[in-house]
């Protein structure tokens, strides 16, 4: 078409934050009122009110992740629109080789993988609950945790601090990316029920691992995975300040998910949901960084 530019990602990236706000809106008040309907509220102010909250937070989890699905989806159809007409475009918000359209198109990817893995999950997690795994990964595997857990972030933020007072300004930026990143799956596993591995029998399919909705015992919240997640968030943030080691960052992710996988704790498809969750959050903290820049330069240029 004569005359007709196709627009730039940040000339119509800027309007993104109005399709996912509108879509995780929607769709939060959509699982809230049916999971109201579907179990009502409990007897007595107190759990009516604890009952509501949790239902809540379940809506917002589910609306965070189908904004991120619509948003994620937008960017392909865009990329795509703009290879057929041959635009050049600029890269969008970026910290290194990170940026936002790279992060919503890797969360597609993991939820696709994802779905392709619920076929594998059970003879995957029976092989790992028969104790198969050789010692040597087993015993290395066994360290591995405290990667995806708050006190391992902490410790390596304080390293930070310590031995790299260039990058201090951009810490920030490393504790969003964990603390959000472990909130968002934690947040999940108060929407779907998955009974865990070591708690299953297998009776039946993939199918029967899941009971439902809304669960309230440790042992139906398998999906996904917060230790995966957060270690997944802590990965992305230090590759971003430190490219160079962005292979070791998520290789010893990779080894978290295995040790999940190996303890009997998760299933395949929980932590490759996991780090899907950890991809859109990272992206949702790179617009922040891009709007507080001001105040806190992006991890790229805090070098």
Request: glycine share 10%.
């Amino acid at each position: 078409m004569r005359g007709f530019r196709f627009p730039a990602p940040e000339e119509w990236e800027k309007f993104i934050i109005y399709p996912f706000l509108g879509t995780w809106i929607a769709c939060g008040l959509a699982v809230l009122a049916g999971a109201l309907a579907w179990q009502g509220l409990p007897g007595g102010r107190v759990q009516a009110g604890a009952g509501l909250a949790h239902d809540a937070a379940a809506a917002l989890v589910a609306g965070y992740f189908a904004a991120g699905v619509v948003v994620s989806l937008l960017s392909v159809v865009h990329a795509c629109l703009g290879k057929l007409l041959g635009e050049n475009r600029r890269a969008t918000a970026s910290a290194g080789f990170l940026s936002e359209r790279r992060l919503r198109l890797a969360y597609l990817g993991f939820l696709i993988a994802a779905a392709a893995a619920l076929g594998v999950d059970c003879p995957l997690a029976r092989w790992c609950l028969a104790e198969k795994c050789p010692r040597l990964l087993h015993d290395l595997l066994d360290v591995c945790p405290v990667l995806g857990h708050g006190v391992g972030a902490f410790l390596i933020v304080v390293a930070i601090h310590q031995l790299d007072p260039r990058r201090r300004r951009a810490l920030w930026w490393v504790v969003a990316c964990v603390l959000l990143s472990g909130l968002a799956a934690n947040g999940a596993k108060l929407l779907v029920a998955r009974t865990r591995p070591r708690d299953f029998d297998f009776p039946g399919g993939v199918r029967a691992t899941f009971a439902g909705w809304l669960p309230s015992t440790p042992q139906r919240q398998s999906f996904p995975s917060g230790h995966t997640a957060t270690a997944a968030g802590l990965a992305l943030a230090l590759a971003s300040l430190y490219p160079h080691g962005r292979r070791l960052f998520l290789m010893l992710v990779v080894l978290v998910a295995c040790q999940r996988l190996e303890c009997g704790a998760h299933y395949l498809s929980d932590v490759l949901c996991s780090a899907a969750a950890s991809c859109l959050t990272v992206a949702c903290c790179l617009r922040l960084a891009r709007w507080f820049s001001r105040f806190h330069p992006p991890p790229a240029s805090a070098a």
